[in-house]
């Protein structure tokens, strides 16, 4: 059973450009979370996702950032127009059901340098 | 609010024993830890549930005080393998702010196993 993956793993963007991060849970997992975690820091929430919908985006700045969790399909998190300070690790994570009873397993993360 | 881990980082010999602290000012469902290798995963160890109920691997061992909003990690007879920072993540009560899927994670305890 394969874990969740992500891709890139590592990804260098120019100030201005977008970055596209990719994410596909654990088969049998429909709920997805998008966190950020910048060097010598703990992970923060950014989004929830189940299938086709946003549930939870408290944590994803309003501006540049998107998520998205089609029907079919790896979950994208999308940054338009990235600055340097969104240089940090992406981590996306999945579960079965949602709820504070059940783990989420990481994926790898994608690096996301911003020249 | 982000929970306190406690100490920030710990140093050890091969054999030795460790207690992580994790404290948090809401009152609490779940307390989830974690561990993170460098340019690595998170990976599941352990959920403490209200009640008293655990779910993880066998050979951690971890308590939760309900009362006072804190668990404890115990790691015993440290191996090599055990060096990596540790994370835990909290899930507040319903009631008491935030959701009931959204972890929160603290900023981590670095632990260094050296032969």
């Known amino acids: 059973n394969a874990g969740v993956m992500q891709n890139p793993r590592h990804l260098v963007r120019r100030r201005g450009q977008e970055a596209r991060l990719r994410c596909s849970p654990m088969?049998?997992?429909?709920?997805v979370y998008w966190y950020r975690q910048l060097p010598e820091e703990g992970l923060k929430f950014m989004v929830y996702l189940q299938k086709e919908n946003i549930i939870d985006e408290s944590g994803m700045p309003k501006e540049r950032f998107s998520a998205e969790f089609p029907k079919e399909g790896p979950s994208i998190l999308r940054i338009q127009q990235v600055v340097r300070g969104d240089s940090a690790a992406y981590f996306c994570?999945?579960?079965?059901?949602?709820?504070?009873?059940?783990?989420?397993?990481f994926g790898p993360g994608t690096r996301l340098t911003v020249l | 609010q982000q929970p306190v881990q406690s100490p920030q980082a710990v140093i050890l010999r091969e054999g030795e024993d460790a207690v992580i602290n994790c404290s948090s000012s809401k009152a609490l469902y779940s307390v989830h830890w974690y561990r993170q290798k460098h340019g690595e995963a998170p990976v599941f160890l352990m959920i403490?549930?209200?009640?008293?109920e655990q779910k993880g691997h066998e050979k951690i061992s971890a308590s939760f005080n309900e009362k006072k909003q804190q668990s404890s990690l115990y790691l015993t007879a440290s191996q090599l393998s055990y060096s990596g920072t540790y994370f835990c993540g909290t899930v507040p009560r319903l009631g008491s702010g935030g959701s009931n899927y959204k972890l929160t994670f603290g900023k981590g305890t670095l632990l260094t196993v050296n032969p």
């Open positions: 088969k049998g997992h429909s709920h």
């Open positions: 994570a999945s579960s079965p059901t949602s709820g504070g009873y059940n783990e989420q397993f």
């Open positions: 403490l549930l209200k009640g008293g």
